[in-house]
């Protein structure tokens, strides 16, 4: 919105929150940071607060690294219109640069990966639906990655009980044939 005196007040420290969570959370080892035990699809709470069923203990989660590069580069933008946090800015940008997306190579092809060690998935969707990350003009590499991932696993998509409602989306959102969306 442009907001700043909203931003100042009620965005930016929100954002500063969720970053001061991550910050503490990300490990950062062999030049990337990592999440663990993250979970790309719903853990089943309910069974106890130690239940964690095999599977979703994941690392560096697709929806995880995108959620995060988004936020951090909104409170970069704020930081720098409010003139505030400077010395934090060099932390955010060094996690921004080195917290990159889990990729999987199939028969020479690239895709996004759910998170690492998986292969294509459904959280390819949530990926390319959220905001501003990257498209055809802004970073076409991994548009075109993002955009090959999707067509992927797409078929299955339209008809998963969870997932149409981003599905088409995130077709359009990539380009997809609008024949096929429809």
Request: with cysteine; aromatic share 16%.
């Amino acid at each position: 919105t442009r907001d700043l005196k909203y931003a100042r007040e009620v965005a930016y420290p929100y954002f500063k929150e969720q970053i001061d969570f991550w910050e503490d959370y990300l490990i950062f080892k062999d030049g990337k940071y990592y999440s663990l035990n993250d979970a790309n699809t719903e853990v089943e709470y309910w069974l106890g607060k130690d239940y964690m069923p095999k599977g979703q203990d994941h690392i560096n989660c697709l929806t995880s690294v995108a959620s995060l590069r988004i936020l951090l580069k909104a409170a970069l933008d704020i930081s720098k219109e409010l003139s505030v946090d400077e010395c934090r800015r060099e932390k955010w940008e060094h996690m921004l640069k080195y917290r990159d997306y889990a990729y999987q190579e199939e028969n020479g092809e690239v895709y996004f990966a759910g998170n690492e060690g998986a292969g294509p998935g459904w959280s390819v969707l949530w990926f390319t639906c959220l905001g501003d990350e990257f498209g055809p003009y802004k970073n076409p590499e991994k548009y075109k990655i993002a955009k090959r991932s999707f067509e992927k696993v797409h078929q299955k998509l339209y008809d998963h009980p969870n997932c149409f409602t981003v599905t088409y989306a995130a077709a359009a959102r990539l380009g997809q044939n609008p024949d096929k969306i429809i």
